[in-house]
T-cell receptor, first 116, second 114 residues
């Protein structure tokens, strides 16, 4: 079984500041990793994903994340945030093989609030 | 190409009534997943279906909840005799295959039980 821990439930920042949202996971098998964003009263939209290859993954809206296998982390970063980035961000993990490779396990989410 | 369509977006039921939530996957997607989101919680897996088959319902409560994905028409998540604890946002997602990794989510159905 796998699990995902998002260490910060809320992250307030000022506009144009850098931000890092932390995510750690545990799994007994190799995994795929994802970050999703949820704007108020909307569904989840994929920001970026790590399947294989380069450990630095670039996504939409200027976000990027780095897969660190030794630290079992997949932290999300953006060098300069905008008011429009205010949303809830979910880290998720999925086995990349085996019988349960369809099941996404989500963290509890981090609410990013960007203030002017 | 339309995304994953869920309806209704909002549903209010009294305790003991039935709730039916519908999900039409993206065109060409044959894999459907239902997740539940409770306040201040992440999404929890409920059930995974392919056309006419339930593949994994391990995340679904054993009683009162059922899901189907018929050969024709949308997938339906049915909750019988709703209780206040069923109040949540229910999200449907779809994927074209198992191995792409990404799930495409609908905007959710928000159930409120009075």
């Amino acid at each position: 079984a796998q699990s995902v821990t998002q260490l910060d439930s809320q992250v307030p920042v000022f506009e144009e500041a850098p931000v890092e949202l932390r995510c750690n996971y545990s799994s007994s098998v190799s995994v795929y990793l994802f970050w999703y964003v949820q704007y108020p009263n909307q569904g989840l939209q994929l920001l970026l994903k790590y399947l294989s290859g380069s450990t630095l993954v670039k996504g939409i809206n200027g976000f990027e994340a780095e897969f660190n296998k030794s630290q079992t982390s997949f932290h999300l970063r953006k060098p300069s945030v905008h008011i429009s980035d205010t949303a809830e961000y979910f880290c998720a993990v999925k086995e990349n093989s085996g019988g349960s490779n369809y099941k996404l396990t989500f963290g509890k989410g981090t609410l990013l609030t960007v203030n002017p | 190409n339309a995304g994953v369509m869920q309806n209704p977006r909002h549903l209010v039921r009294r305790r003991g009534q039935e709730a039916r939530l519908r999900c039409s996957p993206m065109k060409g997607h044959s894999h459907v997943y239902w997740y539940r989101q409770l306040p201040e919680e992440g999404l929890k897996f409920m059930v995974y279906l392919q056309k006419e088959n339930i593949i994994d319902e391990s995340g679904m409560p054993k009683e009162r909840f059922s899901a189907e994905f018929p050969k024709e028409g949308p997938s339906i998540l049915r909750i019988q005799q709703v209780v206040r604890g069923d109040s949540a946002a229910y999200f449907c997602a779809s994927s074209p295959t198992l191995n792409t990794g990404e799930l495409f989510f609908g905007e959710g159905s928000r159930l409120t039980v009075l």
